[in-house]
C-alpha cells in the first residue's frame, strides 16, 4: 500500500448517526526503522499522553495538565520520534533491559513532582492513563538516556579549551570557580552536539512521516 493510500485507511471514522463520519482517531506520524520494517503508528492519543508525562519529568506539572497547543504537540512529537528511534537502536544492541528497583526509584521521582498524592492519581485520571501505561514509558526513557550515556560519555574538555572559551567572552584570569563553570559549560555543549549528531544519524536510517494535522504547513 502506498503512502497516500495508507493516509486514507489511518484516520480512524466511525459513521455518524446521521450518516456522515466523525473522527475517533488521527494518526500524526508513521515510523518505519529500519526503512524496511512494518510501519508502527504515532496516534494522536499516544502523543498527548507522552507529552503530559515528559511535562510532568521536567517539572512542568501545571503545564501538563492544561491543553497542549500545536507547537507543543508538534516539539512533543519530534521528541517522541527521538525516544523511539533510541530506543529501538538499544533493544537491537540488547541494552533496553531496565530492572524493577530502578523503575520504581524514576516513578517515585515523578510522582514526587506532584505536591500531594492525590494530585498524582488526579493527573493520571484527567490524563486517561493507567499507572502501567506511565510505568511503560518512563521504562523507555530510563533505557534511552542510559543508551546515550553510553554512547556520548563523559565529554573530555581541555585546559587550553577553558582558555579559549573564556577569552572568547573577554574573560582573562578568571578564578577558578569560573574556570570550572566555564567547564562545565563546555562539557555540557559538547554532550549536547553530541547526541544531535546521534539523533541525526538515526533518523538518516528512518522513514518518518509526519501526517494530518501536525504536518508541517498545516494549521495554524
Not at 450518516?19 to 520494517?37: N, W
Not at 492525590?118 to 493507567?130: D, K, V
Amino acid at each position: 500500500m502506498g503512502c497516500m493510500g495508507l493516509a486514507v485507511v489511518l484516520v480512524l471514522a466511525l459513521a455518524a448517526p446521521a450518516g456522515g463520519e466523525r473522527i475517533v482517531e488521527e494518526v500524526v506520524a508513521v515510523v518505519r526503522s529500519p526503512p524496511s520494517a512494518p510501519p508502527r503508528l504515532v496516534t494522536r492519543t499516544k502523543l498527548v499522553e507522552e507529552a503530559r508525562i515528559a511535562l510532568v519529568s521536567r517539572g512542568a506539572a501545571a503545564a501538563a495538565t492544561g491543553p497542549l497547543d500545536r507547537t507543543a504537540l508538534r516539539a512533543a512529537l519530534e521528541w517522541l520520534l527521538d525516544q523511539m528511534l533510541v530506543a529501538d537502536e538499544a533493544a537491537k544492541l540488547r541494552l533496553d533491559e531496565v530492572n524493577r528497583d530502578d523503575l520504581r526509584a524514576e516513578l517515585r521521582r515523578f510522582q514526587d513532582r506532584f505536591p500531594s498524592y492525590p494530585q498524582y492519581e488526579r493527573f493520571l485520571e484527567r490524563a486517561e492513563l493507567s499507572e502501567d501505561e506511565l510505568l511503560a514509558t518512563l521504562a523507555r526513557m530510563l533505557r534511552v538516556q542510559r543508551y546515550v550515556q553510553s554512547r556520548i560519555g563523559v565529554a573530555r574538555v581541555r585546559e587550553d579549551d577553558v582558555d579559549g572559551w573564556l577569552r572568547a567572552r573577554g574573560v582573562d584570569g578568571a578564578p577558578s570557580a569560573a574556570r570550572e563553570a566555564a567547564r562545565a559549560q563546555l562539557a555540557e555543549e559538547r554532550a549536547t552536539a553530541h547526541v544531535r549528531e546521534l539523533l541525526a544519524e538515526l533518523r538518516a536510517r528512518a522513514d518518518i512521516r509526519i501526517m494530518g494535522s501536525l504536518r508541517d504547513g498545516e494549521g495554524p
